[in-house]
């Protein structure tokens, strides 16, 4: 998943107006306050496979939160407004934080501890996380009794074949591919061909794919095994669409929701305001609670802004939070040492991992001696300096998460661990090899008061080695839609992305497989590697979760050695605050950050 910016931008911000000389910092960052033991804990923990809960673990109420009482309204600032309603395009943080309150999937994350830090993978919408007698070529879901849509009709299985089914329809391109590639069982985007219109013109997939034989029961069958469908079900991303309520491309603004809240007003870039949905019956939903009577949220809140409304703690801001925005540069080392925020604070680490992106697809930027010179002159100083040092960011080596089975904490090709600010003298070196002293860049950047500070610093970087790097601005809000563009004029730009479950498996695919290029796709470079699909087929067909973990690691290395089509700039953390008057706060590991489900006004 992208940390979106829509949050994933976030990745590509810096958050503080630092001087540009922090390039020159030779440490890449200031000095940890004493929490790198909790912190390496808290990655090592997501790493840990998360187990399947049965049918009495799937069942509702969510479990009781501390204190927790109805009513009141709760605040959220938030810096980009959602390009993305429908769960179908869901595929960043901060639309699928908010999507915990409007949408339901067959399958979620439950849980199971109080500091959010324990889950089990439970039935949402269906009694049970899923039974499979065959190691997982056929699941079989059965629907609850009682779950409705917000206009009141019943959710039946008439509605998930729709979901799925209509997740084939060219208009559908930015959400996760993984269950219509198992269902077709082919890699990359040649999974439309198994249904290239979806139902909208009345064709379905048939029985031998995806059997509804009842009102309750849904049947997926895949000529593989995929014993991971739990995980990629509990995703926004496959959260039940309506057949009956599907406006097709509407349906992203306006979508007919089946969590406790509904929308009553959005104002795409102003404002989103979500009251109670009245037809959400807790005793179905082991997840989420209704606390508070009303959410309203306010977009182009900045992270200085957010943070300084919210420590203010007053008026409505006392019942203020973010669901996304974190605690700013600035203001970092204030919270985290005030004793009296404590309560007030959460953190954790995230799986996300920035990148700046080489755009394959250019002439200029085919020439790896040009692509190696990009990676030793990016300085990766900026990120971790602005976003407040090593309590926010750690400087990237590889492209796998310190959350992820097979990361290598030793692997540093571009040794941006030694050298954060960059080594222009061997790029510019690498530069004139090429012959391509001087050649133009086109970097695209999010425009943002962040974003034009990251971009200036790490332009400045490159210049150093013999670049001309022309600054190109991209809206906030539809950062990721503009990047994803095949013919995008952008040269390098930022993007970052989280393993959507505990496995690389969940990155490099798609990510880096070169027959996932295409239009809205997340293959943001538009690599097309001979050797990286085959290798990504191959590692995809180990049974065995350790093997495969250490296949995947030696693919990262292929990537990032011999390749070189990205550069990996930090491993995100996050510390949040809210005001005075919320309860119910945790970072869930899970959600990546405050827990949105429990929120209560005190």
């Keep these: 998943?992208?940390?979106?910016?829509?949050?994933?931008?976030?990745?590509i911000s810096v958050l503080a107006a630092g001087a540009l000389v922090l390039t020159g910092c030779s440490e890449?960052?200031?000095?940890?306050?004493?929490?790198?033991?909790?912190?390496?804990?808290?990655?090592?923990?997501?790493?840990?496979?998360?187990?399947?809960?049965?049918?009495?673990?799937?069942?509702?109420?969510?479990?009781?939160?501390?204190?927790?009482?109805?009513?009141?309204?709760?605040?959220?600032?938030?810096r980009d407004s959602y390009a993305h309603l429908d769960p179908a395009q869901i595929y960043v943080q901060d639309e699928m934080a908010v999507s915990q309150l409007l949408h339901r999937g067959l399958t979620g994350y439950k849980s199971i501890s109080a500091d959010g830090s324990k889950h089990e993978v439970v039935g949402d919408l269906a009694t049970d996380s899923g039974t499979t007698t065959d190691g997982g070529k056929t699941w079989k879901y059965t629907l609850k009794d009682g779950i409705k849509f917000q206009d009141g009709s019943a959710i039946t299985s008439a509605d998930v074949r729709h979901t799925f089914e209509r997740q084939f329809a060219a208009f559908i391109n930015q959400g996760p591919p993984y269950v219509q590639q198992w269902l077709a069982d082919t890699p990359g985007a040649d999974y439309r061909k198994l249904l290239p219109d979806g139902p909208y013109k009345g064709k379905h997939l048939p029985d031998s794919v995806l059997e509804t034989p009842d009102e309750k029961t849904v049947v997926l069958k895949f000529r593989k095994a995929h014993p991971d469908l739990p995980y990629a079900l509990a995703m926004a991303g496959y959260a039940v669409v309506s057949e009956k309520g599907d406006t097709k491309e509407k349906y992203d603004k306006n979508p007919v929701v089946t969590g406790p809240y509904k929308i009553q007003e959005f104002k795409s870039g102003k404002s989103m305001v979500l009251v109670r949905n009245e037809n959400w019956d807790p005793a179905t939903d082991p997840l989420r609670h209704q606390f508070a009577d009303r959410f309203n949220i306010t977009f182009n809140q900045q992270y200085e802004d957010s943070t300084k409304a919210i420590l203010a703690d007053s008026g409505s801001d006392r019942t203020g939070v973010s669901f996304s925005n974190q605690v700013d540069a600035g203001n970092l080392s204030k919270v985290l040492g005030d004793p009296k925020l404590k309560s007030r604070t959460v953190s954790g680490y995230q799986p996300y991992v920035g990148q700046m992106n080489i755009n394959m697809s250019h002439p200029e930027m085919k020439d790896l001696k040009v692509r190696q010179a990009i990676a030793f002159a990016l300085p990766s100083t900026p990120f971790v300096r602005a976003y407040g040092g090593t309590e926010a960011m750690e400087v990237a080596g590889g492209i796998l998460s310190p959350t992820v089975s097979g990361y290598d904490a030793s692997f540093d090709p571009f040794g941006k661990k030694k050298k954060p600010a960059g080594d222009a003298a061997k790029a510019k070196k690498l530069l004139e090899e090429a012959g391509k002293v001087g050649l133009k860049l086109t970097?695209?950047?999010?425009?943002?008061?962040?974003?034009?500070?990251?971009?200036?610093?790490?332009?400045?970087?490159?210049?150093?080695?013999?670049?001309?790097?022309?600054?190109?601005?991209?809206?906030?809000?539809?950062?990721?839609?503009?990047?994803?563009?095949?013919?995008?004029?952008y040269d390098i730009f930022h993007t970052a992305w989280g393993a959507d479950w505990s496995s690389a498996s969940t990155v490099i695919p798609p990510l880096y497989d070169g027959r996932v290029i295409a239009e809205g796709a997340q293959n943001y470079s538009q690599v097309n590697d001979a050797k990286v699909n085959s290798e990504i087929d191959r590692i995809s067909k180990i049974t065995d979760p350790v093997k495969a973990a250490t296949e995947w690691e030696k693919l990262d290395k292929y990537l990032l050695t011999e390749v070189v089509n990205v550069v990996p700039t930090g491993y995100y953390k996050q510390v949040q605050i809210a005001g005075s008057k919320i309860g119910g706060l945790v970072y869930d590991d899970q959600i990546h950050g405050v827990d949105p489900r429990r929120l209560f006004v005190k």
């Design 1 to 11: 998943m992208s940390r979106g910016g829509r949050h994933a931008y976030a990745a």
């Design 28 to 78: 890449g960052g200031s000095k940890g306050s004493g929490n790198d033991k909790e912190q390496q804990e808290n990655a090592e923990r997501q790493q840990s496979a998360i187990e399947f809960g049965d049918a009495a673990a799937s069942k509702g109420p969510a479990a009781e939160v501390p204190g927790g009482r109805s009513g009141g309204t709760i605040s959220v600032l938030a």
């Design 443 to 489: 970097f695209g950047y999010i425009n943002t008061p962040e974003g034009q500070q990251y971009s200036t610093a790490m332009a400045a970087g490159l210049e150093k080695a013999g670049f001309d790097v022309q600054r190109q601005e991209i809206p906030a809000e539809t950062y990721y839609d503009q990047v994803s563009k095949l013919n995008n004029n």
